[in-house]
């Protein structure tokens, strides 16, 4: 049986990993440099189902194809909510997690675990030339870390600690983490709406 093909709207390479790692063996992973699609993608929405929703139709109308875009960020409680929908841009695009991390971690200094509640969040939307979208969204509820603890993920996971595991996002196998994490709850929820488009014939 021929592998579907399903276009990511990102140029993160990280995230593209790891749709391929979770549904590479049904579909065809493309993302927009596969493509060579160069679009400016405005994400001034004021939620991750918004941004996620501006990243699949800018795409989908460039392309005339079904386009699938993700959203995601890390929310820490004693910063309200920051950095947010803001998680890829905070403190500029272009600086290193390392040091994004490390002024996270310092600027809650002295917080005690039962305040330092974080959560990545993931919404991903599926925009089709018709002019429909769908989304859904998949959260993980953890802890800032006192300290960035792993080699393994990228972005926020050496400091987000996850109590049932014992360990940060960073220090689990990828199968480990993408059993728990907020991306693979919402890649899950948005693979059983395509098995049900792929049953009807819609996709």
């Known amino acids: 049986m021929d592998k579907k093909t399903l276009i990511f709207a990102t140029g993160n390479q990280g995230k593209v990993n790891e749709f391929k790692q979770m549904l590479g063996d049904e579909y065809e992973i493309l993302s927009m440099k596969d493509l060579d699609i160069d679009v400016d993608i405005v994400e001034d929405g004021k939620t991750f189902e918004e941004n ?37 841009r ?32 993931c919404v991903i939307a599926c925009a089709f030339p018709d002019g429909n979208v ?13 300290e960035p603890k792993g080699e393994n993920g990228f972005g926020y996971d050496p400091i987000f600690y996850v109590p049932e595991a014992g360990k940060t ?28 488009l792929a049953e009807a014939g819609e996709f």
């Open 90 to 121: 905070f403190m500029g695009e272009d600086t290193p997690y390392s040091v994004k991390n490390a002024e996270l971690l310092r600027r809650c200094e002295g917080v005690p675990y039962e305040d330092r509640g974080a959560r990545f969040v």
């Open 134 to 146: 769908e989304t859904v969204k998949g959260v993980i509820e953890g802890k800032l870390a006192d």
């Open 52 to 88: 996620a929703i501006i990243k699949a139709k800018t795409v989908c109308e460039a392309t005339g194809k079904m386009v699938l875009a993700d959203d995601s960020g890390f929310e820490v409680d004693a910063l309200g909510g920051e950095p947010g929908i803001y998680s890829s």
């Open 169 to 196: 996002a960073a220090e689990m196998t990828p199968e480990e983490k993408h059993a728990i994490s907020h991306r693979g709850k919402a890649l899950r929820a948005m693979e059983a709406q395509l098995a049900k």
